[in-house]
């Protein structure tokens, strides 16, 4: 029998199956934590950092992913504070300039409050997220990618740098891949980073209802985990 | 020849994957750099994905992919060692060999590698010569040691 969890999100009581994420919870109860590297089947790797929450933990808040934070009962969480609010802009600041040339970061960030970027565009095409990387090592079974290196040397890459032949060719690293939809502008050249600004609709609708779906588009070619749901 | 070798160090460890740094630090030794096919057996025979075996090899310092030359000065660039002067040593080599850390003279004799911190601060700047400490390491002792492994004598130099 599955067991169950109530735990208070936002003020709202919901319920979740024991041992799912607190952001599992959130997004089948059709409240929208804006999310990045996590992809439903896959094992949550909490690094693109967007899905922070804060957590009630004895009258103390805490900040921390939401992806890799199991539902307990009694939890108490907000996922839309002040605070929330300024740093998962930061974050979706920092995404956007690791890798200005992909929608649907720009569509993330776009989500989360972001109206122009203060730091340089970096213009490396990847942030990191390990999609993937996790696809290509938990579900296809391939092992065919991986991250090599460290600090900012860290890096995907073919073991041994070439051995495509471990290879299935499943083609998910590209379907998961963020950066595979270029911003509606086209790509972008080194040096003149933006701000996709044909999204400003989703920021009205953002001010006015925090939690909705905006229905981003993300689908195409990304999988927004909300496409799951409904 | 890599096959027969791997065998000893292999041996009694098959199909344990936690063994995989143990393992490879053998290679490392015997070899003094871990090559591609080592890579492969390694990961076929502890049951470890090569891509595994490849990334825990490029993690560490203390693995080489490429061979390295028959004498390793390994710089300490820590904290502590920085700030005592190991930039000066670095220069010294660069200047005195014209390579740059972690690369091997073309003659394959020497090799220059730099770390962060090899645990013995107090010693700084700490350099290690084929395994072997030397503290309070200066630009003059290093270009000494660095001559001498290469058999250079002093005379030798002043007339080059
Ligand atoms: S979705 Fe949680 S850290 Fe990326
Ligand atoms: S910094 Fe050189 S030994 Fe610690």
Not at chain 1, 144 to 155: A, D, P, Q, T
Not at chain 1, 176 to 187: I, Q
Not at chain 1, 200 to 223: N, T, W
Request: charged share 25%; proline share 4%; glycine share 8%.
């Amino acid at each position: 029998m599955q067991q169950y969890v109530t735990l208070k999100i936002d003020n709202a009581r919901v319920k979740a199956v024991k041992g799912a994420s607190v952001l599992d919870a959130a997004m089948a109860s059709g409240l929208c934590i804006p999310h990045l590297c996590y992809v439903p089947v896959l094992k949550a790797s909490g690094a693109c950092r967007l899905c922070i929450v804060e957590v009630v933990d004895n009258g103390r808040t805490k900040i921390t992913a939401s992806c890799t934070l199991n539902a307990e009962d009694g939890m108490v969480i907000y996922s839309n504070t002040e605070r929330i609010r300024k740093l998962r802009k930061n974050i979706a600041e920092l995404l956007v300039a690791q890798a200005p040339n992909s929608r649907a970061v720009q569509d993330i960030a776009v989500r989360c409050g972001v109206k122009e970027v203060r730091y340089p565009f970096r213009n490396d095409n990847c942030i990191q997220c390990g999609r993937c990387v996790s696809y290509c090592t938990e579900y296809s079974k391939a092992n065919s990618l991986g991250f090599v290196g460290r600090g900012k040397n860290r890096h995907v890459e073919y073991p041994l740098g070439f051995r495509r032949d471990l290879c299935k060719k499943c083609g998910f690293c590209t379907e998961y891949c963020p950066m595979s939809v270029t911003p509606c502008g086209g790509p972008m050249k080194a040096g003149e980073g933006r701000l996709c600004g044909n999204c400003d609709s989703q920021i009205a609708a953002m001010e006015h209802f925090s939690g909705i779906c905006v229905r981003c588009e993300l689908g195409k070619g990304f999988k927004c985990v909300r496409q799951t749901y409904v | 020849m890599i096959m027969t070798a791997l065998n000893s160090i292999l041996k009694g460890r098959r199909s344990q994957p936690h063994l995989l740094i143990e393992v490879l630090q053998d290679a490392q030794d015997l070899y003094g750099y871990i090559p591609e096919e080592a890579m492969n057996a390694v990961s076929r025979e502890l049951g470890v994905p090569l891509m595994k075996v490849y990334r825990v090899a490029c993690f560490y310092k203390a693995f080489s992919l490429k061979p390295r030359g028959k004498y390793v000065f390994t710089v300490c660039t820590g904290t502590a060692c920085h700030v005592r002067g190991a930039n000066l040593l670095l220069d010294q080599v660069k200047g005195q060999l014209n390579i740059e850390p972690g690369e091997t003279t073309e003659d394959g004799l020497v090799t220059i590698e730099n770390v962060n911190c090899v645990g013995a601060c107090a010693l700084g700047p700490v350099v290690i010569q084929d395994g072997a400490y030397c503290h309070h390491m200066t630009p003059g002792k290093l270009r000494k040691a660095i001559d001498k492994s290469r058999g250079k004598k002093k005379k030798e130099r002043a007339h080059a």
